[in-house]
């Protein structure tokens, strides 16, 4: 009968179709869609056609299991393509090359169906993923451990950007898998695997750091680059590369798009401490040269180097009976500006460097992910700042009934912590400079207080102590500390303390104070040496503001911390 024959050509074409499909993840059937029209045109759509529903869920069922055996035969051939029998010779290589295998006949298969993507009641890219990606998820897991086993195992590191190439390949199956397979979760977490690469790579970058800093500053004349040069072209070419090396560092991990956050927080944190150790080598080189710069003697005082003790001594008797005091111009180094001009450019490229790592998100993070072990185990290290403010009646150590002082800091173990710049002729100096210690417990430091002097041995003017103890401090206020000398007068510090912390937020705001004391301690010395200059022409005549360089102006900045030593007072 008709139904009988329309019957016989359903079933027919079913097997048709069923030997078909068993190409789909190769070259795919030519017949295929001549099949499944016949079916639509003439077969499903004919009146006189009813299907058997339990016939239809065996041969689904059937086409189903077939399918996915012929999908885990397809990843067994690239296993074997891929992958050496050979264990020792295991690659990431190997690895990468079978994700892109899977994710090549995803795309090949999604392409083939992308207009009918169900074929027969079954998906064959669904069957695919679900059987191939299991599959791939747990032997990575397995090759990439082995691998790494195997390197220890000869003290050998596999390959940075082996271990950068993989990470990508396997997120981009694991976004495959998240959006076939979104109930299932991935086969393992690949960050906790492949976080050791980019420890590695923070720890070579953070090994280099000094090194490079101090070859950008070797390769830098510290001339402007352009001849009519704006406000924001006035620096040179070392501090545009070390925020080069910053930016590269962090883009190298950023472009990472890693996904997990805490990891990403930490591997911030980590470069933001590095970034903190190059910045603090840069100001420390720019400004000893700076300093010897700045510092240099004058033609005339150079002369007097050389001459005898009773030479300089007859000059000076001289000159006193001359009622004279010639002043010695001071020119200043276009060399020295540019520094100057460097350490603003480091403050303002800092800054766009704290957006792009977006610290205080970074920050958040940990803080929400730290467990109260952690916080346990935390260092406890703290950070003083001392700042030399003034000295007031010291000593006259100079036949002219003056003294040229500076301050020299020293630690209970005789190591010098920081020294001043020098104040002429005063007997009642103000220096405002400070410096950072970082210390565990208590430290006593030691003030010397010298008289300067340029042709023979410095005079000792007097010394004061002081116990820095964290637990005088516990109020985090800042306090004011008046020494007595040992001789005569007294020494003025001002003493901050705060927790030294590893995270993002310290790091960075250790960074900006280090370059913005750096930027003050230079203003200083031109300033100082402006008002010399005017000194010695003007004597003691007040000279308007107006006459000096509107490009020169002084900051100072005021500690975060205290002490409650009985020398000390609380500062408001």
Not at 459 to 476: Q, T, V
């Amino acid at each position: 009968t008709y139904r009988h024959t329309l019957s016989s050509l359903y079933d027919t074409l079913l097997r048709e179709a069923f030997e078909e499909m068993q190409d789909c993840y190769g070259k795919g059937s030519k017949k295929l869609g001549s099949i499944l029209t016949i079916l639509d045109d003439y077969v499903y759509s004919d009146p006189q056609f009813s299907a058997n529903e339990q016939h239809v869920a065996e041969f689904t069922a059937n086409l189903d299991r077939s399918l996915r055996e012929r999908a885990a035969a397809v990843y067994r051939g690239y296993l074997e393509r891929e992958v050496p029998q050979d264990q020792q010779e295991w690659q990431f290589y190997h690895v990468i090359q079978l994700g892109k295998s899977v994710v090549k006949l995803c795309q090949k298969i999604q392409k083939r169906y992308q207009h009918n993507p169900e074929v027969l009641g079954l998906e064959p890219l669904q069957i695919l993923v679900e059987t191939m990606f299991p599959s791939f998820e747990s032997d990575a897991a397995d090759l990439i451990r082995r691998i790494m086993q195997v390197a220890r195992s000869k003290h050998e590191e596999v390959d940075l950007q082996d271990g950068f190439t993989l990470y990508r390949e396997l997120v981009e199956i694991r976004n495959i898998h998240k959006q076939a397979l979104s109930n299932v979760p991935f086969a393992f977490h690949i960050e906790s695997d492949l976080a050791e690469f980019v420890w590695r790579w923070i720890a070579i970058t953070d090994s280099k750091m000094k090194d490079l800093i101090e070859q950008a500053i070797l390769h830098d004349k510290f001339q402007v680059r352009a001849e009519n040069p704006t406000d924001h072209e006035r620096h040179s070419t070392s501090v545009i590369d070390v925020f080069r090396i910053f930016n590269e560092t962090m883009s190298q991990v950023k472009d990472l798009a890693w996904e997990d956050e805490v990891h990403h927080a930490k591997f911030m944190t980590a470069l933001s401490k590095s970034f903190g150790i190059g910045l603090a080598r840069y100001c420390e080189v720019v400004e000893k040269q700076f300093t010897a710069e700045m510092s240099r003697l004058t033609p005339e005082q150079e002369a007097e180097k050389n001459q005898t003790k009773q030479d300089r001594w007859m000059k000076m008797a001289k000159d006193a009976w001359a009622n004279k005091e010639k002043p010695a111009p001071f020119q200043f180094y276009p060399e020295s500006l540019v520094k100057l001009n460097n350490i603003e450019y480091a403050i303002q490229h800092l800054d766009k460097l704290e957006r792009m790592m977006d610290v205080d998100a970074c920050w958040e993070v940990l803080e929400k992910h730290i467990t109260p072990q952690e916080k346990k185990r935390r260092p406890q290290k703290f950070v003083f700042t001392v700042k030399i403010v003034e000295a007031e009646d010291l000593k006259a150590m100079d036949t002219n009934g003056y003294s040229d002082p500076y301050v020299v800091l020293v630690d209970e173990f005789g190591k010098r912590l920081t020294k001043t710049r020098v104040i002429n002729k005063n007997l009642n100096p103000r220096w405002d400079e400070s410096f950072d210690i970082i210390v565990q417990g208590s430290i006593n430091i030691t003030a010397h207080i010298f008289d300067y002097d340029a042709f023979s041995d410095d005079d000792y003017i007097g010394r004061a102590s002081l116990k820095l103890d964290p637990s005088h401090f516990s109020d985090y206020l800042p306090k004011e500390c008046w020494l007595q000398l040992d001789t005569q007068g007294k020494l003025l510090l001002r003493i901050g303390m705060e927790g030294e912390r590893d995270d993002i937020q310290f790091h960075f705001g250790k960074g900006f104070r280090m370059l913005k004391r750096t930027e003050r301690d230079m203003v200083r010395k031109i300033t100082d040496k402006v008002s010399q200059a005017r000194q010695l022409f003007y004597g003691n005549m007040l000279i308007p503001n107006s006459y000096l360089p509107t490009s020169i102006s002084v900051s100072l900045t005021t500690p975060s911390n205290p002490s409650s030593n009985p020398a000390c007072r609380s500062s408001p």
